[in-house]
């Protein structure tokens, strides 16, 4: 096998010359953004999921080659590597199988069956094994045990002896490779996983519905179930649940059926002398080895397709909410609610930049009078265009006051309630520090409140991904590979947007194509030196830019009323002089290119030649809207009038709602009472079946929703979405624990 046939079993729809399209240009230091959007002619048009998906294979395919390597000089070093077994390792690229042909040559530590070898026991095991298979006398054992007594190794009896010769058994049965690949298929095909009530359980706890649970291992193996594992398992690590491998709903009598092949693999059927101790033999090598290490095995594999569910569903709710329509370039005045410490107000003009601060009481009489009258001044002498209101403690009361003071005033200006998930995290960081040395942290969290509205992109960069609050069981997913998904796609959604070269921040500006932290803050450096970006080539100017940085970033970068109108476009420097000679063939300049002019460049076939087709037509959808947006455009969301808490909703209401998470067991909806209600998603749609609520739904989509049921004590909004059908009993809230809990 090579890596083409590896790649095409693993993604059938990726062509190898793509495949190799994107090894190489990835080899030459292009990232997967640059290569998705500037290479499809190379590439055949493949999207950044299908390069990145290249690029994860290649790395699984060299750790499977690294690790075949490995063990073939292992097994040579010691002087036993026949041409037949190296074929087979070298033609063997599944590791469970590459570590079960190894496990009989493995360095062992002083296991009981390794001291019986060395006491000279082995030919009574063989002779145990050979009687069962009918290859030898049978005689009384303890007869033939006889013969290998050794007290100085401490097989001074006959007893002693025969469970040394065990021993050795059943570390041939367990190193058998056609016994552990028959173990490991019933247990991924046939095998379940049950979750009992474990050592410490909680009252009322969380995982009540799985103190008597069982799912099949192949239906916990399904991205859409994969949530249930983890639930149980956090169950079992909080030691509330305790987990272990048996019989499948469906599937009963899962030890017994592996238990008689074990036996019938030893030899243990026919009534010999040595049927009890090949019985035993099988028994102590299915429990107290292969089935302990194919269970790990089982847990391994669920824990891994879990854990790629749920990168995957927070990876895809992270790019939702980076991709939020923003307000834009506008003053905004922020707010972060604080009914009993004062709320903080922060002012930023239209370019993102803090102006002023200031705090407000919403209690007394003279506290009240004195934030209508500062909220009043500060909307008509800013020029606010917008009121930005966190959503935590308070938001809703906040955001009612703010707007009974607007109405007052005559004053038509929207206010909003922004999700202020992360902002805390922001004010504390060395970001915030850096930004705003002088300022109290709860000011710093305003004017990220208030950013935020203006632009989630630009301000959601600088929080830790882990931290905005829409993943799905974040915490119990491996952390450098969730790290890493959540870094792509910061990455993809800041350069699918754009970034203003003049005004980006630093750490906008680090998720460009191919500039990075260290190259980020040098242009902020070079534009606060020497003044505004004109040019995307001055980017060249900046100190350690290279032309191959220029040529990943360039066309992610936009400078606005620029010297060449195709610097606020996506078309890519490269592409200019071709672009030029069109133009001046058609006694045109380029600017005259864009917006309706447009028209002439899509009737050349000349043009769509030459650069291709993929590439020919980013280029006319780049210059038919230049310095597009390709975020939604922006509208004001308003909750529920009179519903601010948990306790004002009642069963049959229906409010408008925010999505702020969606799972594969439902949508987490915003209905304004600082408590989130579950759509499960059975709830989700009544004119089609649910497989995946993301068919439905988005982190940040609004939608309207009809309260099922409330449950108080334990603040618990069941709520459906099916609001032609009336009132039923709450959804089940499956998966456990909530999932960003």
């Known amino acids: 096998m090579n890596f083409e046939t590896w790649l095409k079993e693993k993604h059938p729809d990726i062509p190898p010359r793509s495949a190799q399209a994107v090894l190489a240009l990835a080899a030459e230091g292009a990232t997967v953004p640059f290569i998705a959007r500037y290479r499809k002619e190379a590439t055949g048009g493949l999207d950044e999921v299908a390069v990145q998906a290249v690029l994860d294979a290649k790395e699984a395919w060299d750790e499977v080659v690294k690790r075949q390597a490995f063990i073939v000089g292992e097994i040579e070093s010691q002087g036993k590597l026949t041409p037949e077994l190296k074929e087979r390792l070298l033609a063997t690229f599944d590791l469970a199988t590459l570590e079960d042909l190894y496990l009989p040559y ?24 050979d009687v069962g298979h009918g290859q030898a006398a049978p005689e009384p054992p303890e007869a033939k045990a006889a013969a290998f007594l050794n007290g100085e190794a401490g097989f001074a009896d006959a007893p002693a002896a025969l469970q040394g010769a065990v021993e050795i058994v059943v570390e041939r049965l367990s190193e058998t490779e056609e016994l552990r690949q028959y173990v490991r298929r019933e247990a991924f095909e046939r095998g379940g996983v049950a979750s ?92 107290a080895h292969v089935l302990l290490s194919i269970e790990a095995e089982v847990h391994k594999a669920l824990k891994e397709v879990a854990d790629e569910a749920a990168i995957h569903v927070f990876a895809e709710n992270v790019r939702k909410v980076l991709l939020a329509a923003p307000f834009g370039p506008k003053a905004v ?3 972060d609610p604080g009914l009993r410490t004062g709320c903080k107000l922060a002012v930023v003009d239209d370019s993102g930049k803090y102006v002023a601060s200031t705090v407000v009481y919403l209690r007394g009489d003279s506290g009240l009078e004195n934030a209508r009258r500062t909220i009043t001044e500060c909307v008509k002498t800013q020029a606010i265009r917008c009121i930005a209101v966190g959503n935590g403690t308070g938001g809703r009361e906040t955001e009612a006051f703010v707007r009974e003071t607007l109405k007052g005033a005559g004053l038509d200006v929207p206010v909003v309630l922004v999700n202020e ?39 959601l960069v600088k929080v830790d991904p882990k931290s905005i609050g829409v993943g799905q069981y974040q915490h119990d997913v491996s952390p450098h590979a969730l790290k890493k998904r959540l870094d792509q796609v910061v990455d993809s959604a800041v350069n699918q947007v754009g970034v203003n070269l003049n005004t980006a921040s630093p750490h906008l500006l680090a998720h460009v194509s191919g500039i990075g932290p260290a190259l980020g803050k040098a242009i902020v450096a070079r534009r606060e030196t020497k003044g505004l970006f004109t040019s995307r080539q001055e980017l060249l100017e900046v100190p350690r830019f290279t032309k191959k940085t220029f040529e990943q970033a360039a066309g992610f970068l936009r ?5 060449n109108p195709l610097d606020n476009t996506a078309v890519h420097p490269e592409r200019y002089e071709a672009l030029g000679a069109f133009a001046k063939g058609v006694g045109q300049e380029p600017v005259d290119l864009l917006g309706p002019g447009v028209e002439i460049v899509k009737r050349s076939k000349e043009l769509r030649e030459s650069l291709g087709t993929f590439t020919f037509e980013d280029v006319v959808k780049e210059l038919e809207k230049p310095g597009r947006d390709p975020r939604e455009g922006f509208v004001p969301f308003s909750f529920r009038e009179g519903v601010h808490e948990v306790k004002d909703l009642e069963p049959g209401m229906v409010c408008p ?38 068919e439905v739904v988005n982190p940040g989509d609004r939608v309207q929703v009809k309260v099922l049921s409330v449950d108080l004590p334990k603040q618990r909004i069941s709520l459906t979405m099916r609001l032609g059908e009336p009132a039923a009993a709450p959804a089940p809230r499956a998966g456990g624990p909530r999932p960003d809990g």
């Open 657 to 694: 709602g925010i999505v702020t998470n969606v799972t594969n067991f439902g949508a987490f909806v915003d209905v304004g009472v600082h408590q989130d209600g579950l759509v499960h998603i059975s709830q989700l749609s009544s004119a089609r079946f649910v497989k995946d609520p993301r």
């Open 196 to 287: 009992t009530k474990g050592e410490e359980p909680k009252p009322a706890s969380k995982y009540e519905m799985y103190f008597d649970f069982r799912d099949s291992v192949a239906s916990l193996m399904k991205p859409e179930a994969s949530h249930r594992y983890l639930a149980m398992r956090r169950g079992w690590l909080e030691k509330e649940l305790t987990l272990s491998l048996g019989d499948a709903p469906k599937h009963p009598g899962f030890e017994e059926r592996l238990l008689a092949e074990f036996e019938r693999a030893a030899g243990a059927g026919a009534a010999t002398p040595a049927q009890p101790f090949l019985k035993k033999a099988a028994r102590f090598a299915l429990k």
């Open 559 to 563: 400078i606005p009323g620029g010297g």
């Open 333 to 335: 005045l922020g707010v």
């Open 106 to 129: 493995k360095k062992k530590r002083k296991t009981k069956a390794v001291i019986a070898r060395e006491a000279g026991l082995q030919p009574l095991a063989d002779w145990l094994w």
């Open 421 to 459: 998930s992360g902002a805390s995290v922001y004010s504390a960081s060395e970001t915030a520090r850096e930004e705003f040395p002088d300022l109290d942290l709860t000011i710093r969290g305003a004017i990220s409140i208030a950013r935020r509205l203006q632009d989630p992109l630009a301000e």
